[in-house]
């Protein structure tokens, strides 16, 4: 058998390695981590025939070129990119949800994550990673997960220890849907905010910051007023958890957070708006809107339901 | 005991245990993570223990927050009496070199230098809770004449291994990191391995820590 791999000419902004993240160890400091938008993950493996679990690229804004060498091997790339294909100088627009066969030498040109921020190419076979707790998810800021914890770089190589057998086309039609209201339920410190904080955080507009990356999206907008204590005993994080430090502007925590934090909660997204909150670009407005827990836990079904609907289609 | 069980958003579950950071609830604390750990309960895939609150966090495509309250709240826990807590000694160099602040804790707590390392190496250490970054061990109590504020403006890298103080607690970076903790010396044992597999920490919440000053030439040999 020969040797399949890809080299890395460019590497892109934020390229990773992303599975479905670690569980069971936030009581020892190593968040979550995995795929920032689960269901495109989840397409992006079902797509290539492989186990939902897999290892996938996850990039962001701008995303690697690629140059295939070895037999064949089919590819797919989920979010809302604009990426070309180059087969025999011949080059081609790609179409997200679709798989390609590329052939020794082709190449796969990831130009942009368009007006979202992250994207997901997945190969009909596994990538040759040494695994981290069971998982290969890189976490660049604490150097945890495959290659070194660290992002892929320029000239690199990813060598593929195994291709699917049955290779055959496939193709679905999603379009991934747009959020401007997050859904949240109160934190546990919601009673920290003057009545005009609190005020100011459901009805007014905040802008999502450039300082935004896997770990936290930070927010612009009103100073949420506190009126309590800008600190509180450090006690545990989770993704979608929404503290307000001092300078009063809220930080979202996403998959790579600190474990542990000493900030006010004001607020939690519901799991449901997960996926689509993370792929809120940089300069975007969103707003957030009050629910309660019976009807996030009642939403996420029915998004669960719809990404089990998904799957099953291909 | 739990005072007070709260959702933290749709997947996870506030175990509030009291507002006071003392020995006594956090070893409550403890004792419930390490009794919900034990049992496996499906669902569950994280557990966070702090000084008063453990986090308890689930898979909301498997369970949901009535589900694990119930669960939680006829959990047995007096059962769950044993316990695996260590007792740890950890080799600490104070150097110039090694202890960037002394001269700001020197200044701050109004004590020598001298007297200041004879209060941090005869204390004995509980550990609170291990995180923030990975491994990271909170251990407390420091006595009233140790306790200083952070720095006021925190230093962008911490070396590795920097033994820090800040309020009544002790820190060990365990990797480099940003951080504004009042730096007392540097360990040059392995307090987080990465590499290994199982239990890659070496400190756990409820382990006993003391601190054992070494010279700088023991902590040149110590990795050899």
């Known amino acids: 058998m020969s040797k399949n791999y890809f080299e890395i000419i460019r590497a892109g902004v934020n390229t990773t390695f992303q599975d479905k993240g670690r569980n069971n160890l936030y009581h020892i400091g190593i968040p979550f981590s995995g795929a920032m938008d689960n269901r495109n993950y989840l397409l ?43 087969q025999n100088d011949k080059e081609i627009d790609g179409n997200c949800y679709e798989t390609y066969e590329l052939k020794d030498k082709d190449e796969i040109n990831i130009l942009s994550t368009n ?30 997960g495959s290659n070194d914890g660290k992002k892929l770089a320029n000239e690199q190589i990813i060598n593929i220890s195994g291709i699917n057998e049955n290779i055959n ?46 770990m936290g999206m930070r927010l612009e907008g009103p100073e949420i007023e506190n009126i309590v204590n800008t600190n509180i005993k450090s006690e545990g994080l989770l993704k979608g958890v929404i503290q307000v430090p001092a300078d009063g502007n809220p930080i979202i925590m996403l998959s790579d957070h600190g474990t542990i934090g000493g900030y006010p909660k004001i607020a939690v997204v519901a799991s449901v708006d997960y996926d689509r909150l993370v792929q809120i670009s940089p ?30 289609q291909i | 005991m ?50 008063n609150k453990l986090i308890i966090s689930y898979d909301l495509k498997v369970t949901n927050y009535k589900e694990i309250k119930d669960k939680i709240e006829k959990l047995n826990v007096a059962e769950a009496l ?18 960037l ?12 230098k001298e007297k200041i390392l004879e209060n941090f ?56 990191s940003p951080g504004g903790w009042n730096i007392i010396g540097n360990t040059p044992l392995e307090v987080f391995d990465s590499s290994k597999e199982i239990d890659p920490n070496l400190i756990n919440p409820g382990d006993t820590i003391k601190f054992k000053q070494i010279s700088l030439e023991e902590y040149k040999n110590y990795n050899e």
């Not at chain 1, 007006?115 to 945890?144: E, H, M, P, R």
């Not at chain 1, 969103?286 to 009642?298: M, R, V, Y």
């Not at chain 2, 997947?11 to 509030?16: E, G, R, T």
């Open chain 1, 44 to 86: 992006a493996n079902k797509l290539v025939g492989n186990k939902l679990d897999l290892p996938v690229i996850e990039f962001a804004y701008q995303g690697p070129l690629l140059k295939f060498y070895g037999d064949k091997i089919n590819i797919v790339i989920t979010g809302d990119v604009v990426f070309k294909i180059k």
């Open chain 1, 115 to 144: 007006k979202s921020v992250y994207g997901y190419l997945a190969i009909s076979g596994k990538f040759d990673l040494k695994l981290q707790w069971g998982s290969c998810s890189i976490n660049t800021k604490a150097n945890i």
């Open chain 1, 169 to 214: 086309k496939k193709k679905i039609n999603y379009q991934n849907s747009k959020i401007e209201n997050i859904r949240v339920m109160k934190g546990t410190n919601f009673d920290y905010f003057s009545d005009e904080g609190k005020k100011d955080f459901l009805e007014k507009e905040f802008t999502v910051s450039k300082l935004s990356d896997r």
């Open chain 1, 283 to 312: 300069g975007s407005k969103i707003k957030f809107k009050e629910i309660e827990l019976s009807d996030a836990e009642t939403l996420f079904k029915l998004y669960e339901m719809e990404t089990q609907n998904l799957l099953s």
């Open chain 2, 2 to 51: 739990i005072k007070n069980i709260l959702n933290l958003g749709d997947a996870a579950l506030y175990c509030d245990f009291g507002s006071d950071v003392n020995k006594k609830i956090n070893s409550e604390v403890i004792k419930y993570f390490n009794t919900i750990k034990e049992q496996n309960i499906t669902g569950i895939n994280n557990l966070t223990p702090s000084y």
């Open chain 2, 82 to 99: 044993k316990t695996n807590n260590k007792k740890i000694e950890i080799p600490v160099c104070c150097d110039p070199s090694f202890s």
């Open chain 2, 101 to 112: 602040d002394m001269e700001r804790l020197e200044n701050k707590l109004n004590l020598t």
């Open chain 2, 121 to 176: 190496f005869n204390k004995e250490f509980f550990c609170y809770m291990t995180g923030f970054i990975a491994g990271m061990p909170f251990l407390g109590d420091l006595d009233e004449n140790m306790r200083v504020q952070r720095l006021e403006t925190p230093r962008v890298k911490v070396p590795k291994g920097s033994v820090g103080i800040t309020e009544q607690f002790a820190d060990i970076y365990t990797f480099e």
